[in-house]
């Protein structure tokens, strides 16, 4: 499974965009790129996934570069319920998430 | 409605007991999960079955036995418990075919072993 390198914390303020980034440069063709995220005092959640092409979904965008070495999630407009752990995660169709450490999102009022 | 549940929410046990965590999913889904989340938050999967099959079994020492008596359950029974053991046991499930890998997480059980 290709390992995903995020920067540990970011900051941003209520009710702007974000961009948590995430490289995957071993990433192989067939990986898709999943985020997740952990709220404090909860299990993980599940917030977008992609192959090659930008998704969009109620929750947020995932926007894939062209080599797919490296992704960004957008957060269009941060609430203060969107601080959490964000999980970069790539892998197969072994089902099987392997979660690093993730990027700490605080948001300030 | 809860997706996936678990009990108990907290459990405090002495070294050397045998506990079980609970899990159920009312999502039809056919794959579950156990992860364990230790001190210093890092999330590691455990197991997974898939229809009653295992299918993951990573390098958990044997006091960790999954049972999963139907598709909707997926148990976890820890022998000789030990202070290593205490951490936060998550339970998630999948469906084995479409979305891959949007797994839905339970609330998590805190085992603290003293």
């Known amino acids: 499974d290709a390992k995903t390198t995020q920067p540990n914390s970011m900051e941003s303020n209520e009710e702007e965009p974000v961009h948590l980034p995430c490289n995957h440069s071993?990433?192989?063709?067939?990986?898709?790129i999943h985020w997740y995220r952990q709220l404090p005092s909860q299990g993980p959640e599940y917030v977008i996934h992609?192959?090659?092409s930008n998704v969009n979904n109620r929750m947020a965008s995932l926007a894939i570069a062209e080599d797919r070495k490296s992704s960004t999630l957008i957060l269009h407009r941060a609430t203060l319920r969107d601080a959490a752990v964000y999980y970069c995660?790539?892998?197969?169709?072994?089902?099987?998430?392997?979660f690093g450490s993730g990027t700490r999102l605080l948001v300030r009022p | 409605d809860t997706a996936v549940s678990q009990t108990p929410k907290y459990l405090v046990t002495q070294m050397g007991n045998d506990k079980s965590i609970k899990c159920e999913q009312n999502?039809?889904?056919?794959?579950m999960y156990w992860y364990k989340q230790d001190s210093k938050k890092f999330l590691k999967i455990m197991f997974s079955?898939?229809?009653?099959?295992?299918?993951i079994n990573e390098t958990v020492p044997n006091r960790f036995s999954p049972k999963s008596p139907d598709k909707a359950h997926l148990n976890l029974h820890i022998n000789s418990l030990e202070l290593g053991d205490s951490a936060v046991y998550f339970c998630?499930?999948?469906?084995?075919?479409?979305?891959?890998?949007?797994?839905?997480f339970g609330p998590g059980t805190r085992l603290t072993v003293t």
């Open positions: 998630a499930s999948s469906r084995l075919t479409g979305t891959p890998y949007e797994q839905y």
């Open positions: 071993t990433i192989s063709g067939t990986d898709y």
């Open positions: 992609g192959l090659t």
């Open positions: 995660i790539t892998g197969d169709s072994s089902y099987k998430l392997i």
């Open positions: 999502l039809g889904h056919d794959t």
């Open positions: 079955y898939n229809n009653k099959e295992l299918i």
